[in-house]
């Protein structure tokens, strides 16, 4: 075989790759909520239960959230159902933009700067979780998130204030969300929640 047929041959191979990934990664694998809705979370395995039941696919999600997996601590511990982790491994969702209290902010990030395949990042940290991404920072340096996302809120987790922050960056789309789940949240909590997804619209 003469070089230059090798050489084609290898374009062809690369451009069919380039063609083909897409359709199992890409857009057009990405299930989106039409029209947008929110939904209440008792748990965090009822987060991943919402996701597995629509299909999701290659997601970004925003979780707003002091501990990651949702978990509770002390006597109202739940099991150990880590959703977000189980979402990146089955390719639900391919980066996470995990949202912490300003206030928990140097004991989360004294915890993650130890663990492995964690790299400092202006805001805060990236760590690799198999294909997918997490970053994790304070909400005193979140940036708008322009595709569309599944959002997480647990509303216990945060103050009056904070928690005002975060219904405002729903209503002014700088996080643009289809399914919305609030954790453990009051009805007052979901209502207000729910109002700003219909705002955003």
Same mark, same amino acid.
């Given at each position: 075989?003469?070089?230059?047929?090798?050489?084609?041959?290898?374009?062809?191979?690369?451009?069919?790759?380039?063609?083909?990934?897409?359709?199992?990664? +890409?857009?057009?694998?990405? @299930?989106?909520?039409?029209? *947008?809705?929110?939904?209440?979370?008792?748990? #965090?395995?009822? !987060?991943? $239960?919402?996701?597995?039941?629509?299909?999701?696919?290659?997601?970004?999600?925003?979780?707003?959230?002091?501990?990651?997996?949702?978990?509770?601590?002390?006597?109202?511990?739940?099991?150990?159902?880590?959703?977000?982790?189980?979402?990146?491994?089955? +390719?639900?969702?391919?980066? @996470?933009?995990?949202?912490? *209290?300003?206030?928990?902010?140097?004991?989360? #990030?004294?915890? !993650?700067? $130890?663990?492995?395949?964690?790299?400092?990042?202006?805001?805060?940290?990236?760590?690799?979780?198999?294909?997918?991404?997490?970053?994790?920072?304070?909400?005193?340096?979140?940036?708008?998130?322009?595709?569309?996302?599944?959002?997480?809120?647990?509303?216990?987790?945060?103050?009056?204030?904070?928690?005002?922050?975060?219904?405002?960056?729903?209503?002014?789309?700088?996080?643009?969300?289809?399914?919305?789940?609030?954790?453990?949240?009051?009805?007052?909590?979901?209502?207000?929640?729910?109002?700003?997804?219909?705002?955003?619209?």
């Amino acid at each position: 075989m003469s070089p230059r047929i090798y050489t084609i041959g290898c374009m062809i191979v690369l451009l069919a790759g380039i063609l083909v990934l897409p359709l199992g990664y +890409g857009p057009l694998t990405r @299930v989106f909520v039409s029209p *947008p809705r929110c939904e209440v979370a008792g748990s #965090s395995a009822d !987060i991943f $239960r919402f996701w597995k039941s629509i299909g999701v696919k290659g997601r970004v999600a925003v979780v707003f959230t002091r501990r990651l997996n949702g978990e509770v601590a002390g006597k109202e511990a739940e099991s150990p159902a880590k959703y977000v982790e189980d979402a990146l491994q089955q +390719g639900m969702v391919r980066t @996470v933009y995990h949202v912490v *209290p300003d206030a928990a902010w140097s004991e989360v #990030s004294e915890k !993650i700067s $130890r663990m492995p395949g964690v790299r400092p990042i202006e805001s805060g940290f990236a760590i690799l979780f198999g294909a997918g991404r997490v970053h994790v920072f304070p909400l005193s340096q979140f940036m708008p998130i322009q595709e569309k996302a599944l959002v997480v809120v647990a509303p216990a987790e945060w103050t009056t204030d904070e928690y005002g922050v975060i219904v405002n960056l729903i209503k002014q789309q700088r996080v643009s969300a289809d399914l919305l789940a609030v954790l453990r949240g009051s009805d007052a909590e979901v209502a207000g929640l729910s109002e700003a997804l219909a705002v955003s619209r």
